[in-house]
C-alpha cells in the first residue's frame, strides 16, 4: 500500500502509582503515536516509549526524528516493502531505534489492514492467545508481597520483580513474595544491570532456593564478560536485555554463550522488522526469547503480541504497561483477562483511533 503521510504526536498518560526500577522511577507514560495513511484511506498505528535510559532516545528526538528525517525518506513508498524501507530509515540516520521501531509498527498495522487479515497471520500465525506476567516496581518488601498476592488474586500466573538496589533487600523481596504467593507461581527478576559480577553470583545463588524461573539483565548492558560468568556460574537462566539491541547483538552474545535467553523489545531494536530477525536468530541456536515493553500505551503494546502471536520461539511476554495506567487511551485491540491476551479477526492490530 502506498504511503501518503506519516505523522508522529505526544501522548502523556497519568499512571496509577508511581513505577519504580533501579534506574529510575516514572508517574507518567510519555509516548508517541505514529500515523501511516495509506492512498486506500486506511491508517496504520503505532508507537514507542522515549526509553532514553536504554536507547538514548528522548520523545523530543524521536518525535523530531519521525516527522523531519524518516517520513520524508519513506512517504512515496509501499509499505509492504519493509526490507527496503528499514534499510532507507538505516540509510537516513543512524540508531534512533524508537523512533524506527514506532514507524516500523505503523507500516506493519496498515499493512496487514489493508490486506484484510490480523497482524499475527502476517507475522507467521503461530497461535492467538499470549499470556504475559505482571511487574512489581521496587518497593518495601512487605508492600510488594501484599501486591504480588492482589495480583495472584487477579489470574496472573508469572510475577516480575523488579530488583538491582540493594542485594540484602532485594533477597527479602523475593522471599516475602515467594511466601506470600506459595510456589505455583512463576517469579523471574530483573535486576536491570543494577549488580556488580560477584555480587549477581551472590545474590542470584542465594536466591536460588525460591525457584526463580530467570533472572534478567543482572550486570550493565557493556560487560559482556561479566554477564557470561553470571551465566556459567548458577543454575537460573539467564536474560539479556540492555545487553542486546540488534541481531548483532544477538549473535555475538550466542557465539559467546553469554547468556540463556533473549529479551526482545521492539523500540530497543527498531520495530517488528529487526525483531524477526534477532527471534529467527536466536531460533537457529536453539534459544528461546521473551517479548517486552516500556512504559507503554496499548498503540505500541500490540503489536509486540501480535509478533509474540505470529513467531514460535517468541515463549514468554511482559507486556503489562499499559495496564498501570490510569486510563487506556488506545480504542479498539486485545486487552488482558485473566492474564491473556486473546487476538481476534480485527484487520492490523485491531487498534482504531488513539485518544489524544
Not at 522511577?25 to 484511506?41: D, H, K
Not at 506476567?133 to 496472573?156: H, R
Not at 556488580?196 to 564478560?225: C, G, H, M, N, S
Amino acid at each position: 500500500m502506498k504511503i501518503t503521510k506519516i505523522e508522529a504526536v505526544t501522548i502523556e498518560v497519568p499512571m496509577k502509582k508511581p513505577f519504580r526500577v533501579a534506574y529510575g522511577t516514572t508517574s507518567v507514560a510519555r509516548n508517541i503515536i505514529v500515523y501511516a495513511y495509506g492512498e486506500n484511506g486506511m491508517t496504520g498505528i503505532g508507537g514507542t516509549a522515549g526509553p532514553v535510559k536504554v536507547t538514548g532516545d528522548t520523545l523530543e528526538s524521536i518525535k523530531y526524528v519521525i516527522n523531519e528525517v524518516l517520513a520524508p525518506a519513506i512517504v512515496g513508498s509501499d509499505s509492504t516493502d519493509m526490507e527496503k524501507i528499514t534499510a532507507v530509515m538505516d540509510s537516513v540516520i543512524v540508531k534512533n531505534t524508537a523512533a524506527k521501531a514506532a514507524v516500523d509498527m505503523a507500516l506493519y498495522d496498515l499493512t496487514a489492514k489493508s490486506a484484510g487479515i490480523p497482524l499475527y497471520k502476517l507475522l507467521g500465525g503461530y497461535k492467538k492467545t499470549l499470556e504475559t506476567d505482571y511487574t512489581l516496581g521496587i518497593d518495601e518488601p512487605e508492600i510488594m508481597a501484599y501486591e504480588a498476592m492482589e495480583l495472584k488474586d487477579k489470574g496472573f500466573k508469572t510475577l516480575k520483580v523488579k530488583v538491582g538496589e540493594n542485594t540484602v533487600k532485594d533477597i527479602e523481596r523475593i522471599k516475602n513474595i515467594r511466601k506470600a504467593v506459595g510456589y505455583n507461581i512463576k517469579i523471574r527478576i530483573d535486576a536491570n544491570q543494577g549488580w556488580k559480577t560477584k555480587e549477581a553470583i551472590r545474590t542470584i545463588k542465594a536466591l536460588e532456593e525460591y525457584d526463580i524461573e530467570l533472572v534478567e539483565q543482572p550486570v550493565p548492558f557493556w560487560d559482556i564478560d561479566g554477564l557470561a560468568k553470571v551465566t556459567r556460574s548458577v543454575d537460573v537462566p539467564i536474560m539479556a536485555d540492555e545487553a542486546c539491541h540488534t541481531p548483532q547483538d544477538a549473535l555475538m552474545l550466542i557465539k559467546r554463550e553469554a547468556v540463556d535467553l533473549i529479551n526482545i523489545k521492539l523500540p530497543k531494536c527498531g520495530g517488528i522488522f529487526r525483531a524477526l530477525q534477532i527471534a529467527h536468530i536466536a531460533a537457529s541456536a536453539g534459544m528461546e526469547c521473551m517479548i517486552g515493553c516500556m512504559v507503554e500505551t496499548r498503540a505500541s503494546i500490540l503489536p509486540a503480541v501480535h509478533l509474540a502471536c505470529g513467531v514460535k520461539n517468541i515463549t514468554r511476554a511482559d507486556l503489562d504497561s499499559a495496564m498501570y495506567l490510569k486510563e487506556d487511551p488506545v480504542i479498539g485491540g486485545a486487552t488482558v483477562e485473566n492474564a491473556m491476551f486473546t487476538l481476534g479477526d480485527e484487520p492490523g492490530t485491531g487498534v482504531k483511533t488513539v485518544s489524544i
